[in-house]
């Protein structure tokens, strides 16, 4: 899919914050890490498309977050460095995952924590009848062994991981 099209198709989602249920959706990444938001921190949503909730509900934590997206905030990046950075529902669009995580890990603070969430595959034997492989704007997939080796590989390590799209990483 050309960039034309993938942008005209996010276009269409429904996640900005006025849309209940996708806040509802998206607390799932703040809920493990509530015990680490502290008023005056910093956040980076790294991909939050054209209506960026994040920032919506960290502000109740006292959270400064900026936006990033490569087609909707091109200019989010404000700062060198972030205590935490977000990038849900946006692994699965990396067509060069290495660039990227690396680009978020030169962004984010020493001890700061870098919340992924993306729905984990259960074996490359399911992925023909995933739904979420159907989507042509997914072009990367990842599971509970991929996250172990980004761990291992960028030697982050994991703070938090649930069985279905969530893993939280602690820079060293």
């Known amino acids: ?26 607390s799932k990444i703040i809920e493990p ?6 008023p005056q921190s910093t956040a980076l949503d790294y991909g939050c498309g054209p209506g960026p909730a994040l920032d919506f509900l960290l502000k109740d934590y006292g959270v ?22 977000f990038a849900t529902e946006c692994f699965e669009h990396f ?13 984010l603070k020493i001890g700061g924590l870098l919340c992924i969430m993306t729905v984990f595959h ?8 995933w739904y979420y492989a159907k989507d042509l704007t ?16 960028y030697h982050i390590d994991i703070l938090y991981q649930d069985q279905k799209s969530i893993c939280v990483f602690q820079k060293n």
């Open 122 to 129: 259960q074996g490359i034997d399911t992925m023909e009848k």
């Open 138 to 153: 997914h072009v990367a997939f990842y599971s509970h062994q991929t996250m172990k080796w980004i761990s291992h590989h």
């Open 1 to 26: 899919m050309d960039a034309k099209k993938e942008k005209a198709h996010y276009e269409h989602h429904h996640n900005g914050p006025e849309h209940p249920g996708y806040l509802q959706y998206l």
């Open 95 to 107: 067509h060069h995952p290495e660039k990227e995580v690396r680009k978020m890990l030169d962004l």
């Open 33 to 38: 890490v509530t015990a680490f938001l502290f």
């Open 64 to 85: 400064t977050c900026d936006n990033y997206d490569p087609f909707f905030f091109k200019d989010g990046i404000a700062r060198k460095s972030y205590d935490f950075i």
